[in-house]
């Protein structure tokens, strides 16, 4: 509520219609060194990378090793977050996520550094929104203060009270 009440009215008005109604479509599990995932869960994930990478126009990606997200997921401070959909219908949830964020938790921030979405499910149930959502939502639940969401899809992070940055590199 506190983290609601500090966002905008326009911010808190799309939160509450876009983002909320489809909050129980989605079961979240965490995966880091003391909840491992399974082999098909690890290449599944990977391909949801591959989906972002393939489809980013906007910032160079780079192909990352297959096994990168699993070495993340087993060394202290990382989590992956899974996202699994569930039918609104039935309730009855997918075997597979479809969306991950791979994150860094530091002693007052938190990192999602690499995203993964089965684009099938972000317009059906919003999978990109509701992964910006539980990256707050954990960062929030862990006590962080500073989320950095890195850089592109700059409206949906503002949506979630992001301020963008200028940053500047030289080669």
Not at 84 to 111: F, Q, V, W
Not at 138 to 165: N, S
């Amino acid at each position: 509520e506190d983290w609601l009440k500090s966002l905008s009215y326009r911010q808190r008005h799309f939160i509450r219609k876009e983002v909320y109604p489809k909050r129980d479509c989605w079961t979240v599990r965490i995966v880091d060194a003391d909840h491992p995932m399974d082999a098909a869960t690890h290449a599944h994930v990977f391909k949801l990378y591959e989906n972002v990478k393939n489809k980013s126009l906007r910032l160079n990606s780079f192909a990352i090793p297959s096994n990168l997200l699993e070495v993340m997921s087993q060394t202290p401070g990382w989590e992956l977050l899974l996202l699994y959909p569930r039918d609104p219908e039935t309730g009855i949830e997918n075997p597979m996520p479809a969306a991950m964020g791979a994150c860094l938790k530091g002693e007052s921030h938190y990192l999602p550094l690499i995203a993964g979405l089965d684009y099938d499910y972000v317009r059906t149930h919003g999978a990109y929104r509701q992964l910006l959502y539980r990256v707050v939502r954990r960062a929030l639940d862990l006590g962080l203060t500073r989320v950095h969401m890195g850089m592109d899809a700059e409206l949906e992070k503002r949506r979630m009270g992001a301020k963008p940055q200028t940053v500047g590199m030289y080669f």
